[in-house]
């Protein structure tokens, strides 16, 4: 059985936890010391005074990851969140949880979209994702694009700068969205994924569970990022970590919290592991994770559970695509905590 490693077998096909798979005296010295200063910012975090526009695709509602992943976003003031999209099916349910962590980090100015609810050449399923026993009773996200690809294209094509795209599900709407609007190859700067598993065999849920889709965008010759499985595994929430969000007063962090025991469901040995947020920390701090740089193959034609949505990295300079190799474990999950287990920041 291949599956999502620290996770466990499920009798849902559908369940994504079955797969693993200074200051200067001399004039002179100046400018020395001021691309030092520079070059030690490009490396190891963005700047704070430009923040990166990014959009968030994200299948919210299976794993607790993406809701970890959308409030590291609202909390790290380098990133400018344009739109959060969901994927897959429940998109209603998927909206909803989105919607209500945008509304405790009092930003529900940020437009939420239902994309694509099937895969491109999967089943259907009307599964529905366990975390929303932790939204309150009733509750919905008030008018969500019912055309989340559409809202994708235009908040991209709208933008007056480059947007980066942040993808940490099943790639069918990105694919989709490229597929649809060729104009977008000039107007992203980049693609941000959790996606695959390069460095040992194994099969990662979100190529797996739409390879056609992941190998369109891995052709598309954008500039990609890809945190894989390989690395994602190392960053698991410890007791302290949990303790912390547990015993927060914020309702921001509570309602994770709640979010996490949904998920849960019953077996409180089951810490979250940070695939998604590891996306989003390796912008925020590029010296978290080690780079290498190639081209990535998708198969699409394999046996399934054994090849198809196999995920080929190939080491090449010229190559579009940066991965992953190696991740400090611990300095991820450390910034990531300080960042979430926190008061909504203010803006
Ligand atoms: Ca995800």
Same mark, same amino acid.
């Given at each position: 059985?291949?599956?999502?490693?620290?996770?466990?077998?499920?009798?849902?096909?559908?369940?994504?936890?079955?797969?693993?798979?200074?200051?200067?005296?001399?004039?002179?010295?100046?400018?020395?010391?001021?691309?030092?200063?520079?070059?030690?910012?490009?490396?190891?975090?963005?700047?704070?005074?430009?923040?990166?526009?990014?959009?968030?695709?994200?299948?919210?509602?299976?794993?607790?990851?993406?809701?970890?992943?959308?409030?590291?976003?609202?909390?790290?003031?380098?990133?400018?969140?344009?739109?959060?999209?969901?994927?897959?099916?429940?998109?209603?349910?998927?909206?909803?949880?989105?919607?209500?962590?945008?509304?405790?980090?009092?930003?529900?100015?940020?437009?939420?979209?239902?994309?694509?609810?099937? @895969?491109? &050449?999967?089943?259907?399923?009307? *599964?529905?994702?366990?975390?929303? $026993? +932790?939204?309150? !009773?009733?509750?919905?996200? =008030?008018?969500?694009?019912?055309?989340?690809?559409?809202?994708?294209?235009?908040?991209?094509?709208?933008?007056?700068?480059?947007?980066?795209?942040?993808?940490?599900?099943?790639?069918?709407?990105?694919?989709?969205?490229?597929?649809?609007?060729?104009?977008?190859?000039?107007?992203?700067?980049?693609?941000?994924?959790?996606?695959?598993?390069?460095?040992?065999?194994?099969?990662?849920?979100?190529?797996?569970?739409?390879?056609?889709?992941?190998?369109?965008?891995?052709?598309?010759?954008?500039?990609?990022?890809?945190?894989?499985?390989?690395?994602?595994?190392?960053?698991?929430?410890?007791?302290?970590?949990?303790?912390?969000?547990?015993?927060?007063?914020?309702?921001?962090? @509570?309602? &994770?919290?709640?979010?996490?025991? *949904?998920?849960?469901?019953?077996? $409180? +040995?089951?810490? !979250?592991?940070?695939?998604? =947020?590891?996306?989003?920390?390796?912008?925020?701090?590029?010296?978290?994770?080690?780079?290498?740089?190639?081209?990535?193959?998708?198969?699409?034609?394999?046996?399934?559970?054994?090849?198809?949505?196999?995920?080929?990295?190939?080491?090449?300079?010229?190559?579009?695509?940066?991965?992953?190799?190696?991740?400090?474990?611990?300095?991820?999950?450390?910034?990531?905590?300080?960042?979430?287990?926190?008061?909504?920041?203010?803006?």
């Amino acid at each position: 059985m291949l599956r999502r490693e620290g996770s466990e077998d499920r009798e849902d096909p559908e369940d994504p936890r079955r797969y693993i798979v200074n200051q200067a005296r001399d004039a002179q010295v100046k400018p020395v010391l001021l691309a030092i200063l520079l070059g030690t910012m490009t490396r190891n975090a963005l700047a704070a005074d430009r923040p990166v526009p990014v959009i968030l695709d994200t299948d919210i509602g299976d794993d607790i990851d993406d809701a970890l992943n959308l409030a590291l976003i609202l909390q790290s003031p380098e990133l400018d969140l344009k739109a959060v999209i969901t994927v897959l099916n429940a998109g209603d349910v998927r909206a909803a949880l989105a919607y209500r962590i945008l509304e405790l980090h009092g930003r529900t100015d940020i437009p939420v979209g239902i994309g694509a609810e099937q @895969t491109l &050449l999967g089943k259907p399923s009307r *599964a529905v994702p366990i975390q929303a $026993a +932790a939204l309150p !009773p009733g509750y919905t996200a =008030p008018g969500p694009s019912r055309n989340g690809v559409r809202l994708m294209i235009d908040t991209i094509l709208l933008a007056p700068e480059k947007i980066t795209l942040v993808a940490v599900g099943p790639l069918t709407n990105v694919a989709l969205a490229l597929r649809s609007e060729p104009r977008l190859q000039e107007k992203i700067e980049r693609i941000v994924l959790m996606s695959g598993v390069f460095f040992r065999a194994g099969l990662e849920y979100n190529v797996h569970r739409d390879a056609e889709a992941a190998a369109i965008v891995y052709a598309s010759g954008l500039p990609i990022s890809t945190v894989g499985l390989d690395v994602t595994v190392q960053c698991r929430l410890g007791t302290d970590e949990m303790q912390r969000l547990a015993k927060s007063n914020f309702e921001n962090v @509570t309602f &994770l919290y709640r979010l996490i025991v *949904a998920w849960e469901n019953g077996d $409180a +040995a089951k810490h !979250p592991i940070l695939h998604d =947020p590891l996306a989003s920390l390796a912008m925020l701090k590029p010296s978290l994770v080690n780079w290498q740089r190639g081209r990535v193959e998708i198969e699409t034609r394999g046996i399934d559970g054994r090849s198809q949505g196999l995920s080929v990295f190939r080491k090449d300079a010229e190559g579009t695509v940066e991965v992953a190799e190696t991740v400090r474990a611990d300095e991820a999950v450390s910034l990531f905590i300080d960042r979430v287990a926190a008061r909504p920041r203010s803006r």
